[in-house]
């Protein structure tokens, strides 16, 4: 079982659902309303925890009824939440606005943006005894630097899911393992083209992290360092599944690489795409996230069909 430790964001995600978008000072009535645990942190460590990985979660909620409920649904998951603190701020939410199957959203980070390089050092023990640490840029570029200088000093493998997309320091970059951006991620990471994605890739294996970039269905490329100098690119193709609802598929992408790491880079990628693939076929970020037994059956199932 991969032990991995998760720094990053928990909000709780507020959706409503109307036929058009309100106009500046107009109200309208919606036709639906949800809440769902989210945030990318969150949603990456139920993601590792489904798919069998015993996870730490490093994280900031505030002291009201949201953040009672996130730390209830990642204890319930199985995540242990003993790092998770409890600031002055309030819970993190964004709140959501669906129509016409486009959205608007509004992000306050709250008690994200509380998360300090003192709460990474309070989980000393937890970074000694991970396989994987794993961060995101939800929570303050600060304390996400700071536990990838963790990282590095015990020897642990440091993956950054680089969003939002910023533009990362030469530090963070060193002491990053994997890098998991999207195509504009990488090319905002790096400050890079977004047309030359393939050479970047490729580039990056011998001279800064590894880079496991997400192409939507197409599924996900990265470098194979043992090809040469240079490398080469490989393709890790999608899964080919009727999608409900793409959201969380990213991160699910994430937990998976970061769960199933041990197995190497080739065969972590080939599960985190099918997670990912099965993660969009059921409704809600973590509410379509796959278990364990799903994703060994869906690729059961895939190997059959091929042959």
Known sequence: MARVVVVGSINMDMVVTTDTFPRLGETLFGTHFSTHPGGKGANQAVAAARLGAEVTMIGCVGADAFGGEMKATLAREGVDIAHVSTA??????????????DNAIIVVPGANHALSPEDID???????????????LEVPYATVLHAARRAHEHGKPFFLNPAPAIELSGELLELTTLLTPNEHELATALQTPEGA?????VRASAHGPR??????????????????????????????VEAVD????????NGALAAFWHLGMGEAVRRANAAAALSVTRAGAQGGMPTLAELEAFLSAQARGSQ
């Open 211 to 240: 880079i496991a970039m997400t192409h939507g269905k197409d599924g996900a490329y990265y470098a194979n360092p043992d090809a040469g100098a240079n490398g080469a690119l490989v393709h890790e193709p999608g899964f080919s």
């Open 197 to 201: 994605w393939a050479e970047v890739i």
């Open 122 to 136: 309070r989980a000393s023990a937890a970074f000694a005894q991970a396989d994987v640490v794993l961060a995101q």
């Open 246 to 253: 793409t959201t969380g598929a990213g991160d699910t992408f």
């Open 88 to 101: 002055r701020e309030a819970t993190g939410i964004a709140s959501i606005t669906l129509s016409g199957g």
